[in-house]
């Protein structure tokens, strides 16, 4: 099991552009040009405590079928979490629009997930394996079982509370590790 905790998470504007675009924001009348949210981006980024916890699980593991719905050689569970850093910043950014909040933490998050499985794709590939696509855990018994597996209380303080993670600026993802096949070369 692996826990890092206060690296540094890269916030992409363009991601968040692209995200606000989607949910229907406009930044720019908000005040949100793209050097105002640069510098949004930057104080959000250094004001944060990403961390994450993750380990693998081989083979037979009673879990699997409820954490990992793709059958592999084995599968990992990352945790992340971002602490209590964006509910401060929403009190000391009082210009920036309510609804962008709830898009800048996903995208932090998606961000500490990114970090984590890149970690695991190394370790993967020494494995000669490749992983699936990151497949989100929900549901109050996968929840439970995960945080259990990685003792996400007393590694990163967060708890299941009601079938909610808390604090709410936190993410359990799964990925099963395959087998990578061999191209059979034409004689």
């Not at 079982?145 to 007393?154: E, F, M, P, S």
């Not at 604090?167 to 799964?174: D, G, I, Q």
């Amino acid at each position: 099991m692996r826990k890092i905790k206060g690296f540094k998470l890269a916030l992409r504007p363009h991601a968040v552009k692209q995200r606000a675009k989607k949910a229907r924001i406009d930044l720019p009348a908000a005040g949100l040009a793209d050097s105002a949210l640069e510098q949004l981006l930057a104080r959000v980024s250094k004001g944060l405590l990403p961390g994450v916890v993750f380990d693998t699980f081989g083979h037979p593991d009673a879990d699997q079928p409820l954490l990992s719905p793709m059958p592999g050689l084995a599968y990992s569970l990352i945790l992340a979490g971002l602490g209590e850093g964006v509910s401060a910043f929403r009190a000391q950014e009082p210009g920036a629009p309510e609804q962008l909040w709830p898009i800048l933490e996903e995208h932090a998050l998606d961000e500490a997930v990114r970090f984590a499985s890149a970690l695991i794709a190394d370790e993967a590939e020494k494995d000669n394996c490749e992983l699936s696509p990151l497949n989100p855990i929900s549901g109050a018994e996968a929840l439970a079982a995960a945080l259990r597996k990685l003792d996400a209380g007393a590694k990163l303080g967060v708890t299941l509370d009601g079938g909610r993670l808390v604090p709410s600026a936190s993410l359990v993802v799964s990925q099963s590790w395959l087998a990578r096949s061999k191209a059979k070369g034409r004689k």
